[in-house]
Each structure stands twice: as structure tokens, then as C-alpha cells.
């Protein structure tokens, strides 16, 4: 979607290092605690955000991390109430 998504990190985010070889994730995508990223979404609305070495990362809305601007349809999906 090309929605202007901006998330902010509730906690650090790292791949799971027992995977990374096989998805091909870099080691150094990391998404740091208090910062803020692009995020984009697919049509159901999962989101992955975009770490600062370019990956993107699947990341979990309410326990990893919190919207900083999203379109009302995907604030909906995840329950968020303005």
C-alpha cells in the first residue's frame, strides 16, 4: 500500500538469529526502542517497518510497537481508538 505509515518501536526488535540464514535477513536489521519508521502494509493490514540498514521486518501493533500516523482503515484493523 502507499499509505504514509510512521510507527514508533515499543521495544528493540532483532531477526531471530536461528532464521536469518534462511530468509536471508541481515544480522544488523534492527528496529532500536523509541525510534521512529516508514512502515508499510499489505491489504489485511499486517505491517513491517523499515530498519535503517533498508529491511524490512515484520512487527506486531500494541506489544512491539505503537502508530505514529497511519490511514483510518488500518487504525481500525488494529483497534485503535483516536
Known sequence: MTDNITIRMLITMRPDPEITHIIGQPE???LEKDHIYPART???GAV?????????MGIVHGTEFEFMEAPMWLLRIHGVCL
Open 42 to 44: 499489505g491489504t489485511y
Open 48 to 56: 513491517s517497518a523499515m530498519a535503517l540498514n533498508g529491511q524490512w
Open 28 to 30: 544488523d536489521t534492527i
